[in-house]
């Protein structure tokens, strides 16, 4: 019989610490203290990163790129810059679940040995380290997904993007902490316990992929590779400030990637990056494509990467209230001033209404979700004995839905997938805007609503999350009298406005979505460019 679960955890997270160099590891003397919430300026403030860390790991992922070809930086620099910044990340966050480092400084090694030799880079990722979240699997490494039933056993082979990745030049230095089952909006789970917020230690980082956005927001990684099946991308995003894109099924490869429910694709997981700025989410997508990778997974799709150009004046139909749970105050002030800012650089403005589309798509993916009865969450706690986590109740409470019932929910799903595309077809559509999430940031455990984002998974749309540039603020973004005495609609709507905070969430950065229809990659992310410019105007 194995340990018990709880013996199992800690000594995945003693070694998970104790594979951290000493040289990495932060000096007592300037540890912030668990009281200081915001812990994004620790690099600059410290004294403990040299310029040149600091040169390195603030720039984007594209500027590096060129500093590598070129010579500049050497791929040693880099990764060991990274990989510092990603270990005191992950000593003020808990953001990681593996650190590759000696791998990757081995790489890094012969990267800049073959770009010395030859004059030529190895790829189009020569040199750049990217972190990956912890689904998808390294040779000799765990994939755990939050369960103590998978520790100790490491993959025999690489998931299909990490081997793309790699012979793209690309080095692989840390994978980062997921939920249990990736199934939970906010990461925690019993193996390596909650990831924080940089910006707000006291707030959630999201998830699923809410170790890379941790990662990403304090600075230890410039690109990161997540997974979205309700918002799994997008909510990180949101929940940090950062860019992402949630791509329709079959743009980028899955292959040998791990699952919390392996097998169900009713509704497909997809992965995508995650980045500071714009320009690296748009390179990142492009160049995974130009890899060819349906040559490797058999479930992508053999569409190149495509050159469009949209139109100045685009149609944007905004979806300011999903009739199910009512955005908090700051998502609405958003939402109104890039409306306003679009108008007024000349693009066409309509309404756009859920018409219970979206209340029933969110109800559809909840009975996918839990349709083998949580069988397959159940085999993964079972060998260690590990209880469910109390996030995880309707995994636990669910009952079998049977072949039969399954198959009805596939006619509901494509019979909505069709309402849904003779809407947008009708209206003349170029994208909808709308809210991420009905609000900014929340505190740990109370992340509740997730119907933004699961209804474009449901339809299996392109989406991108990014940042408007707008921040919480407690002295305007407080409730209306309006809005205290408002009839609630449910209880999702009635914890969203009981819990809402607008002293714990001050400060925070404002996302919105973008969203185009299916298999639209390029399109939404020059749409969202020009949504971007719009409201910087």
């Not at 790991?57 to 070129?70: C, M, Q, Y």
């Not at 958003?334 to 108008?343: E, G, P, S, T, Y």
């Not at 299996?460 to 005495?485: C, H, I």
Request: hydrophobic share 40%.
């Amino acid at each position: 019989m194995p340990g018990s679960w709880k013996e199992i955890a800690a000594k995945k997270r003693a070694a998970l610490l104790d594979s951290i160099p000493e040289e990495w590891r932060i000096p007592a003397n300037i540890l912030p203290p668990e009281s200081q919430l915001d812990v994004t300026a620790f690099p600059q403030k410290s004294g403990w990163f040299t310029a040149e860390e600091l040169e390195i790991t603030n720039s984007s992922a594209t500027v590096l790129l060129k500093r590598l070809r070129s010579g500049k930086y050497s791929s040693e620099q880099v990764t060991k810059a990274f990989c510092k910044r990603a270990s005191a990340a992950h000593q003020l966050t808990n953001c990681l679940s593996e650190t590759l480092f000696d791998l990757a400084l081995r790489t890094a090694r012969t990267l800049d040995e073959h770009l010395a030799t030859t004059g030529q880079p190895i790829g189009p990722l020569h040199g750049l380290p990217i972190s990956i979240k912890d689904n998808f699997q390294v040779r000799g490494t765990d994939a755990t997904l939050g369960f103590s039933s998978l520790v100790g056993k490491p993959s025999p082979f690489n998931s299909t993007l990490v081997d793309l990745l790699l012979a793209a030049g690309a080095i692989v230095y840390v994978k980062t902490n997921v939920p249990t089952a990736m199934m939970i909006a906010e990461t925690v789970n019993n193996v390596f316990g909650r990831t924080l917020n940089p910006r707000n230690r006291k707030l959630t980082s999201g998830g699923s992929s809410g170790g890379e956005s941790a990662l990403i927001a304090f600075g230890g990684s410039c690109l990161g590779v997540g997974s979205d099946i309700g918002g799994s991308l997008r909510i990180p995003a949101a929940c940090t400030g950062l860019w992402t894109l949630r791509p329709s099924a079959g743009r980028f490869p899955t292959a040998k990637t791990r699952s919390g429910l392996a097998g169900q694709e009713a509704v497909m997981s997809v992965n995508g990056p995650l980045a500071p700025d714009l320009a690296t989410i748009a390179t990142y997508s492009q160049k995974v494509v130009e890899l060819s990778p349906w040559l490797d997974d058999p479930k992508c799709l053999p569409i190149p990467w495509r050159k469009v150009d949209v139109s100045k004046k685009l149609k944007i139909g905004v979806l300011w209230d999903d009739d199910v749970v009512l955005p908090t105050p700051p998502i609405r002030r958003a939402l109104q001033l890039a409306v306003d800012k679009l108008r007024r650089a000349g693009h066409d403005i309509v309404e756009w209404k859920s018409e219970g589309m979206h209340e029933r798509a969110a109800r559809l993916i909840a009975r996918m979700f839990v349709s083998d009865g949580g069988k397959s969450v159940r085999a993964l706690l079972a060998p260690t004995r590990e209880p469910f986590r109390p996030e995880m109740r309707s995994y636990e409470d669910a009952a079998e839905l049977g072949v039969y019932n399954m198959w009805q929910i596939h006619l509901e799903r494509n019979d909505l997938q069709s309402k849904y595309l003779d809407r947008w077809n009708a209206a003349g559509l170029d994208a909808i805007l709308c809210p991420t999430a009905p609000y900014a940031a929340v505190e740990h455990d109370k992340f509740r609503y997730v119907g933004y984002t699961c209804v474009y998974n449901c339809l299996d749309y392109s989406a991108v999350s990014f940042p408007t540039g707008l921040r919480v603020d407690k002295q305007v973004d407080g409730f209306s009298a309006e809005d205290q005495t408002r009839e609630t609609r449910n209880e999702f709507d009635q914890k969203t406005k009981d819990e809402y905070n607008v002293e714990a969430i001050d400060g925070q950065p404002i996302n919105l979505q973008l969203v185009a229809r299916r298999l639209e990659e390029e399109k939404v992310l020059a749409m969202a460019e020009k949504v971007s410019d719009a409201l910087k105007a």
